[in-house]
Antibody, heavy 121, light 108 residues
Framework: QVQLVQSGAEVKKPGASVKVSCKASGYLFTGYYMHWVRQAPGQGLQWMGWINANTGVTNYPQKFQGRVTMTRDTSINTIYMDLRRLAFDDMAIYYC??????????????WGQGTLVSVSS | SYVLTQPPSVSVAPGQTARVTCGGNNIGSKSVHWYQQKPGQAPVLVLYDDSDRPSGIPERFSGSNSGNTATLIIIRVEAGDEADYSCQVWDSSSHQWVFGGGTNLAVL
């Protein structure tokens, strides 16, 4: 079945970096855009950017530009999200998400299980 | 940037109809998507393009979108519908996805 399996929980210190992985299975990996969405405790969903799994082209909102990098490895159907200079308010569950077939501006139809990133001194 | 406004909470009795609103400037000109999120779980797409249901979503879920308000409608509400519901749009002006703050649907 179609699924996204993410790496495990992380605990980081302020100023550090975190890299979360997301392995896709059950569909043509290179046929879709992939997104990262985060959710701080008790808060709403926040989009962090997308990556075209075929070309590797990315798009990040201004809030995360310069601090986030999304990459992919087509040989193992995996995408990665690298977030640098972590602050306390980066503590959140990070989700990888597949966009529907029409491209980067289509709805998000498959979600990973989420990865908790804790930031603690 | 574009802002989506949702009520923090909505309450409904079992068997009744729930309406969750999502307000935004001229949102009727955009495609609105809706997600359901139960505690401790990842969100699930329940409506896309205002009113289309993905496979597996009951026909009890429907939507409308006009003017400055989009609405998720759930008829014959069940206890299992209790969850947070978030709306989403693509803001072409700022080239980014925007989510509403989410609405907690309580089934009394």
């Amino acid at each position: 079945q179609v699924q996204l399996v993410q790496s495990g929980a992380e605990v980081k210190k302020p100023g550090a970096s975190v890299k979360v992985s997301c392995k896709a299975s059950g569909y043509l990996f290179t046929g879709y855009y992939m997104h990262w969405v985060r959710q701080a405790p008790g808060q709403g969903l926040q989009w962090m950017g997308w990556i075209n799994a075929n070309t590797g082209v990315t798009n990040y909102p201004q809030k995360f530009q310069g601090r986030v990098t999304m990459t992919r490895d087509t040989s193992i159907n995996t995408i990665y999200m690298d977030l640098r200079r972590l602050a306390f308010d980066d503590m959140a569950i990070y989700y990888c998400v597949r966009g529907r077939h029409r491209g980067a501006t289509d709805a998000f139809d498959i979600w990973g299980q989420g990865t908790l990133v804790s930031v603690s001194s | 940037s574009y802002v989506l406004t949702q009520p923090p909470s909505v309450s409904v009795a079992p068997g009744q109809t729930a309406r969750v609103t999502c307000g935004g400037n001229n949102i009727g000109s955009k495609s609105v998507h809706w997600y359901q999120q139960k505690p401790g779980q990842a969100p699930v797409l329940v409506l896309y393009d205002d009113s289309d249901r993905p496979s597996g979503i009951p026909e009890r879920f429907s939507g409308s979108n006009s003017g400055n308000t989009a609405t998720l409608i759930i008829i014959r509400v069940e206890a299992g519908d209790e969850a947070d519901y978030s709306c989403q749009v693509w803001d072409s002006s700022s080239h980014q996805w925007v989510f509403g703050g989410g609405t907690n649907l309580a089934v009394l």
